[in-house]
Nanobody, 126 residues
Framework: QIELVESGGGLVQPGDSLRLSCAAS???????????VGWFRQAPGKEREFVCA????????DYTDSAMGRFTISRNSAENAVYLQMNNLKPEDTADYYC????????????????WGRGTQVTVSS
């Protein structure tokens, strides 16, 4: 069992930046290095959607067109943590953001993920 906890959300203005964190813990946290991690978001009234992911070893990443060039995903294996740096935020980025872990290869499909955090809210508004 791996527990994921997101943090770092908040209310910001368009053009601002935020850094989200995803901290892993739990009885199986020593296996976290074998899991790819994805960030997803869900806006009110919409389905949960993929944002980006980082591979289990940190060598590969995947971004949606919307995230490419503005968001950066990274992981720190020593800290069992994954980060999402979000720059130039836009109102359409407003959503609850979730991190999720999937054994070995990442995927863009939420059902493929094994563990989920409870989310952190990001609101971009002037």
């Amino acid at each position: 069992q791996i527990e994921l906890v997101e943090s770092g959300g908040g209310l910001v203005q368009p053009g601002d930046s935020l850094r989200l964190s995803c901290a892993a813990s739990g009885p199986s946290v020593r296996t976290f290095g074998s899991y790819s991690v994805g960030w997803f978001r869900q806006a009110p009234g919409k389905e949960r959607e993929f944002v980006c992911a980082v591979s289990w070893n940190g060598d590969n990443t995947d971004y949606t067109d919307s995230a490419m060039g503005r968001f950066t995903i990274s992981r720190n294996s020593a800290e069992n943590a994954v980060y999402l740096q979000m720059n130039n935020l836009k109102p359409e980025d407003t959503a609850d953001y979730y991190c999720a872990a999937k054994y070995y290869r990442y995927s863009r499909a939420p059902p493929d993920y094994d563990y989920w955090g409870r989310g952190t809210q990001v609101t971009v508004s002037s």
